[in-house]
């Protein structure tokens, strides 16, 4: 079908991302002809819809090239998410350098999730030279911005004491802060706090919202870390945590 937009009646994207969430098809053509019509932040949704196959056929390398025209134009989350198609090869080989800076050129306009992609390279060392006080900056920055999962990362550096000398209070504050936010992996560092002060009731209902949100590489580090545990009552909920664990890894 298609959509005769005059363009005042596609600049307003959130109006197109409605349209894709009730019918995703009629939406993925409005947002074709937006995107043909250099409204940049439609060319952001269509590459992601591209990725996700959301209305449209799956397409990671027409994704690619919306991201990059997008990019080109300067917005953000244009370069952060090219820079996701770099890192994991969507579309094309991995260049994690590549990934790198259009990780960098996001951060540097201040978006969290490119704050947090590019410190994650450079606490990995991958694409760029390995810099931890860097990655500290940029996980603050974004952590300070609202972003759930770099204020995980946060109270681990503090509480670590990588980069900067540790601070445990402050690094319960970001945990307790991660974990309020929605972060599974904030609600689990934040559970293991109280834990560790003997609060292990405060902890159960953090656990069990970590276990209903975690992902597969989650559940592998988490699940043994609470087998470990002395409580009878950690070690049941462990046993739950195995067996999600077992159905992604079927599901995989």
């Known amino acids: 079908m298609t ?3 005059r363009r005042e009646e596609i600049i307003e994207v959130d109006q197109l991302a409605a349209l894709l969430e009730h019918s995703p098809g009629k939406g993925a053509q409005a947002l074709l002809v937006a995107a043909g019509q250099q409204v940049v932040e439609a060319q952001v949704l269509l590459g992601q819809i591209l990725l996700d196959g959301r209305g449209i056929e799956k397409d990671p390398a027409l994704a690619r090239r919306w991201f990059a025209i997008a990019a080109y134009q300067g917005n953000a989350m244009a370069h952060n998410m090219l820079g996701r198609c770099l890192e994991h090869g969507w579309g094309a080989e991995v ?3 590549g990934a790198a800076r259009h990780y960098r050129a996001a951060a540097d306009l201040g978006l969290d999730w490119g704050l947090y992609n590019y410190a994650n390279l450079l606490a990995t060392g991958r694409g760029v030279v390995a810099d931890q006080a860097q990655a500290l900056a940029c996980y603050r920055q974004a952590a300070e911005a609202g972003h759930a999962k770099s204020m995980n990362l946060l109270g681990r550096y503090l509480e670590e004491g990588v980069a900067c000398s ?3 209070a402050q ?3 970001w945990y307790r802060r991660s ?5 599974f992996r904030g609600q689990f560092s934040h559970a293991a706090m109280l834990v560790e002060h003997g609060q292990v009731e405060q902890a159960l209902p953090w656990l069990e919202q970590a276990l209903s949100t975690g992902n597969l590489n989650f559940l592998r580090r988490s699940t043994p870390t609470l087998e470990q545990a002395g409580d009878a009552r950690l070690q049941a909920l462990a046993g739950r945590y195995r ?3 077992g159905e992604l890894q079927a599901s995989a």
Do not use: H, K
């Open 3 to 5: 959509f005769n937009l």
């Open 95 to 97: 260049d994690v350098p």
């Open 166 to 168: 540790a601070d445990p």
């Open 171 to 173: 690094a319960r504050d």
């Open 179 to 183: 974990a309020e936010a929605g972060d």
């Open 243 to 245: 067996a999600r664990l």
